[in-house]
């Protein structure tokens, strides 16, 4: 009965901001790897953002690096993306996902739970 609902994408121009939301329910585990996927038409699913808890360690795809940054909310369940500078480039289907399994966090793509999806669209 774990849910992940994504919120917060929709069309910005060229240099605009975002901040996706994950709203995270019905996980309780102590440790855990959360991450920000996207998957761009005629595209593979890719790797945005990930936070380790409790470590707090990130890693941040070379796309995003300077540009966007995760965190989390742990009172209030919530995975946030915040999307600075963003490009035609970064127009998507993001989708956030949890994982038990803490180890290999940054490189996994095996995620065992998935949101359904919020659409960004940044248009030139």
């Known amino acids: 009965q774990v849910q992940l609902v994504e919120s917060g994408g929709g069309s910005v121009q060229t240099g605009g901001s975002l901040r996706l939301s994950c709203a995270v329910s019905g996980f309780t585990d102590d440790y855990y790897c959360m991450g920000w996927f996207r998957r761009a038409p005629g595209k593979e699913r890719e790797g945005v953002a990930r936070?380790?808890?409790?470590?707090?360690?990130?890693f941040y795809a070379d796309s995003a690096k300077g540009r966007f940054t995760i965190s989390q909310d742990n009172a209030k369940n919530t995975l946030y993306l915040q999307m600075n500078t963003l490009k035609p480039d970064d127009t998507a289907m993001y989708y956030c996902a949890v994982d038990p399994r803490g180890h290999e966090c940054f490189t996994r793509v095996d995620f065992s739970y998935w949101g359904q999806g919020t659409q960004v669209t940044v248009s030139s």
């Open positions: 936070i380790i808890y409790p470590g707090g360690f990130t």
